[in-house]
C-alpha cells in the first residue's frame, strides 16, 4: 500500500481525440500531438520517462520507461473541467450541464438583475480576455458587470477590481449560484473573472474563483474522508468540487505556484513561495491524498489559442517535475493525468473531446507498466480506494494489481 497518493491534472493537455469525438465536432483534434506538430519536437524527458512517449502522438524517441502509462476515455456526457474532474473522483456526469451558446434568456438576466441588484454588460458567448477589452472601458464608466459565457456550462461575470471589490464579486457570483442559476438553469460553474489594468491594458488576476454545482451523488473524496484519509486539494480543486471531501484546501497562482506547494507539502519547505497565505509549510502531508490542478495550460494557453506558450508552459512543467520525482519516496504514488483536451490549433475556443493520459510512477517500480486503454476516467479513483482499502462501491476499475505486483 502506497502511504502517499498525488494525482496531478494538467488541466487540458489530451492526447488525441476519443471515439466519440464526432458528436462534439472534434474528430481529429489532438492538444498534444498538434502542439508539437506546430512547435516542433518538445523537450519533455520527465514525461517520457514515465511513458508519455507509449501513448502520444509525440516526436519517437529511445525512451527508457520507468512509469506506467495509458489512456483514458470520459464516460461523462461533457467535456468541461467539472465533468472530467467529477468522473475521476467515481461521479460521471451522464445527464449534460445546460449550455447556452448565444447568452442567456432574458428571463434569466431579469432574475440576475432583481436578486443582485446590478444591471449588466454583455450577455454573450465570448472569449473572456476579448470581452474584457471590447467591454471593459463601459464597464469602468457605468459600474456593470461583464456577464458572458462559453461552448462550456458557465455563467462568467467579470469586474474591475477598483470598480466592484472582489467581495462584492464573490458576493454577487454566490448570489447567482443560489438564487439565479437554478432549475433549467443549474449551469456547472458560476466564475468570478476579476481584472485590473487601464482600457487597451486590461489583465485578468490570479483571484478568479469557482462556484461549482452541487453532485447529486457521492465523491470518492468523501468516502476516503469517512475512512479518516487525508484529503487535500491544491488549486482550483476546492472549487471544482464545491469544498466537499476536502480537508484541506489551497489556492494557487499559476502552475509554477502549484508545483511548489505540493512539493512544500510533501515536506520540503525551502521549495515553498513565501506567500504564507497560500503556503502549506505547517501542514505536512504524511498520509492520505493530494489533488492537484495546474489550470494555466488551459486557461492561458488552450483558449487563447496560443500554440507557442502551450509548448513552453509543458515544458516548463517537465521541467518542475524532475525535482518532484526526486522529492518521492517509496511508499508514494504519483498519477498524471488530465480532465480534458484544449487544442489551440482547433477552431474557435473551446475544450475539445479527446483521451487523456494516464502517467504514474513510485521510486519501488523497476521498469514499465502498460496500463492499457482505461474505460473511464473514473480508474483513479477506485485505484485511490483499493489502495486504502476503502470499499464504498463506485464505478470504475482499480489498476492498483499492475502497479503492486
Given at each position: ?144 458587470p461583464i456577464v458572458y ?19 462584492d464579486l464573490y458576493k454577487m457570483c454566490q ?231
Open positions: 500500500m502506497f502511504k502517499r497518493i498525488i494525482t496531478i491534472v494538467t488541466d487540458s493537455v489530451g492526447i488525441g481525440h476519443s471515439p466519440d469525438a464526432e458528436r462534439f465536432g472534434d474528430s481529429g483534434a489532438n492538444t498534444l500531438g498538434h502542439i508539437e506538430e506546430a512547435v516542433g519536437p518538445l523537450h519533455l524527458p520527465n514525461l517520457r520517462k514515465l511513458g508519455l512517449g507509449k501513448i502520444a502522438d509525440i516526436t519517437p524517441q529511445q525512451d527508457t520507461v520507468v512509469g506506467a502509462f495509458g489512456r483514458m476515455h470520459e464516460q461523462s456526457t461533457g467535456k468541461d473541467t467539472t465533468s472530467g474532474h467529477w468522473e475521476m473522483m467515481g461521479h460521471p456526469v451522464k445527464v449534460p450541464f445546460p449550455t447556452f451558446y448565444d447568452g442567456f434568456p432574458q428571463e434569466l438576466m431579469d432574475t440576475f438583475t432583481k436578486e443582485t441588484g446590478y444591471e449588466f454588460l454583455g450577455n454573450e458567448a465570448a472569449s473572456g480576455t476579448e470581452i474584457i477589452e471590447r467591454l471593459g472601458e463601459e464597464h469602468m464608466r457605468t459600474g456593470k459565457t462559453s461552448a462550456d456550462s458557465v455563467f462568467q461575470i467579470a469586474a474591475h477590481e477598483s470598480v466592484i471589490p472582489l467581495e448570489i447567482t449560484r443560489e438564487r439565479v442559476c437554478i432549475g433549467d438553469y443549474y449551469v456547472g460553474r458560476i466564475i468570478a473573472r476579476p481584472f485590473v489594468g487601464e482600457p487597451g491594458h486590461f489583465v485578468r488576476t490570479s483571484n478568479r474563483h469557482d462556484y461549482s454545482r452541487l453532485p447529486e451523488g457521492r465523491f470518492v473524496l468523501q468516502a476516503l474522508q469517512d475512512a479518516k484519509v487525508p484529503t487535500i486539494g491544491v488549486g482550483k480543486i476546492g472549487d471544482i468540487y464545491a469544498h466537499i471531501g476536502l480537508d484541506q484546501s489551497y489556492p494557487t497562482k499559476s502552475n509554477s505556484h502549484g508545483m511548489n506547494l505540493v512539493a512544500a507539502l510533501l515536506g520540503h519547505s525551502t521549495y515553498d513561495t513565501n506567500d504564507k497565505s497560500n503556503t502549506a509549510a505547517e501542514d505536512e502531508f504524511n498520509h492520505g491524498y493530494l489533488m492537484v490542478n495546474l489550470v494555466e495550460f488551459d486557461s492561458l494557453y488552450g483558449h487563447r489559442r496560443d500554440v507557442q506558450g502551450y509548448g513552453r508552459e509543458l515544458e516548463l512543467f517537465d521541467y518542475q517535475l524532475g525535482g518532484l520525482l526526486e522529492l518521492l519516496q517509496e511508499d508514494d504514488l504519483l498519477m498524471i493525468t488530465a480532465d480534458h483536451g484544449n487544442d489551440p490549433t482547433w477552431t474557435g475556443t473551446d475544450h475539445t473531446r479527446e483521451l487523456v493520459p494516464i502517467l504514474a510512477y513510485s521510486p519501488v517500480f523497476t521498469g514499465p507498466i502498460d496500463l492499457g486503454d482505461r474505460r473511464s476516467f473514473a480508474d483513479i479513483g477506485q485505484t485511490i480506494l483499493e489502495n486504502f482499502g476503502v470499499k464504498e462501491p463506485f464505478v470504475g476499475n482499480s489498476f492498483l494489481p499492475l502497479l503492486t505486483r
